[in-house]
């Protein structure tokens, strides 16, 4: 049985999103206990909603929520019984596997490092979406999105492995193509940190790197493990979404201009409709915080009970091929050889 | 009169796009001279084509060409007569006030720097290209996109000056709101980059500085000018081609998938067209290289004879603007102050 620690206040949805998301999860699999965390009358109101075996589902409380308006550091250290810290302490105590919020993603990260704990060897846990792309999957793993920025070399090199492990063993991309970031295909492009890092990754023999992406081609999928620093990795990730909504408030407003296009907008709208949906990052579910003594996903903030569902089922994998165990050895022996 | 020298041999399309916009522009504009440099006999074969008054456009010949491919520190040094190195002796010359080259990005900005030469009070100079916008004017300047990266606060601050120079005298854009590229709105978020410029910015009399822009907020107009280091620059743009490319492509073919879908996408094909049109960037000319002695604009590898000839006339009120001597005053006073 693999326990995950839903966050049951955190997100624009909740508690209902969540709560619907654990009943969907437990629903569908028999090999799952979610305990959700949060004020627990709120939460008990929400699951007299549905119908679901009481086994798989638990309740315990907290009585703060960390709101994403709140500086990480202090929340997390204040809020002791808010459902972020409640939360994270179960994963440590080890009482659960994985933990899955659409709560603040700073307080995730600050918690994640100083509740959770990085695995020994792992420098930074960085944080991992999956975003929409034409690779045979569907989707690309852009590593690192977090809030440390600054990396230096062996913490890309780290992350270039942790994503390979992740893409390999949960996401299912055998032999996952790793690229790092750059500003041209050429050998000597680059900034001081790409250019120190690309040798280190060229060296590695554990993953499949075939040296630089420009961002130009990252939509068109042509890595699957996308290796930068956070704060390239925050451009990419926010032009992806500024670019698709601008344009497409731009196709919508063109097809309300005239009566000839809305009746064309009306044959198309199905079609339109469901390609549209293969290019919206919500639907892959959560972004992992990786290199933490457990799982812990950061949902969307909007994240609806589809997307809290698929964060739940990504952890079972998670634990069941030991991702965790299989960092710590990979970054291990890379200790050895230096 | 203006004197505008264009490289007749570099890009895609190169010499007929040059040339013909060459011809449109002198056409359009009475107040101009055309000098085009390239192979002569190519040259004078494409000019036979066309009427166009004779006075109004030279030839220069230059027996070499400079190679996309080709690293450009070398090609800079040892084709001596290719079209980029004649073309920018003349402005070093002052036979010309501005060059259009749709030719190696790379060797425009070699050249730029080691031919052409920096206004005294500029520390580099940074490719600034327009990039389609949701704002009034439906652009904004993104600066700084060019091949030195790494840059200091300090480069930041000129950048941010120098492009509100251009978007204010060029592109009529009053009063330009500049802001700088974050990974957060929050005044703690940046990296150490963003972190050191923040404050400097903020104390510019000279600019409209309103602060960070996240990525996301770029597309929708948010900022006229965008300042950000030149890897990151060059993230941006090439996000915006590889989003709006990827996007689009799956639009197309979802338009393509039935019947119905096949009748809807006649009707609203027309109006479809024209709104596409007003998010491509090669519409907007050509981005300039700015902080030199003598205007530099690198046209797109692809440019046709209508980006040839807009960034020809762009020239005309660089010229008029005297946005050298703009840039040079606004950078000399800043040194006097410091």
Request: glycine share 8%; charged share 25%; proline share 4%.
């Amino acid at each position: 049985m693999i326990k995950i620690v839903v966050d049951a206040m955190g997100g624009d949805n909740a508690p209902s999103a969540q709560v619907q998301g654990a009943i969907e999860a437990v629903n569908e699999r028999k090999d799952i206990q979610v305990i959700l965390v949060g004020k627990e009358d709120v939460i008990k109101e929400e699951l007299a909603k549905y119908k679901y075996n009481s086994e798989h589902i638990s309740v315990v409380h907290a009585s703060e929520v960390i709101e994403t308006s709140e500086p990480p550091v202090n929340a997390i250290r204040r809020k002791k019984d808010s459902s972020i810290v409640v939360g994270m302490n179960l994963i440590k105590k080890g009482e659960a596997d994985g933990f899955v919020s659409s709560g603040s993603t700073g307080a995730l990260l600050v918690g994640g490092q100083v509740i959770v704990g990085r695995v020994k060897g792992v420098d930074r846990a960085p944080l991992a979406p999956l975003i929409p792309t034409e690779s045979a999957k569907g989707f690309s793993l852009l590593i690192d999105c977090g809030a440390n920025v600054d990396a230096r070399p062996n913490h890309l090199v780290q992350f270039a492995k942790m994503g390979s492990i992740y893409m390999e063993h949960i996401m299912g991309v055998k032999n996952p193509r790793v690229a790092i970031v750059n500003n041209g295909a050429e050998e000597e492009k680059g900034n001081a940190l790409v250019k120190e890092t690309f040798p280190l990754l060229k060296e590695c023999d554990d993953i499949n790197f075939i040296g630089s992406i420009e961002a130009r081609d990252i939509p068109s999928g042509y890595a699957d493990v996308i290796v930068c620093e956070a704060f390239v990795g925050n451009v990419i990730l926010k032009m992806y979404e500024g670019v698709a909504l601008t344009l497409l408030s731009k196709v919508k407003k063109s097809l309300m201009s005239s009566l000839r296009t809305k009746i064309g907008a009306l044959l198309i709208k199905p079609a339109l409709k469901e390609t549209l949906k293969s290019f919206d990052a919500s639907n892959l579910g959560g972004a992992p915080l990786l290199g933490l003594k457990g799982l812990v996903v950061k949902c969307h903030g909007s994240s609806t009970s589809i997307e809290v569902k698929n964060s739940i089922i990504q952890c079972i994998s998670f634990k069941e091929q030991a991702i965790n165990e299989k960092v710590g050895e990979c970054l291990a022996e890379k200790d050895n050889i230096n």
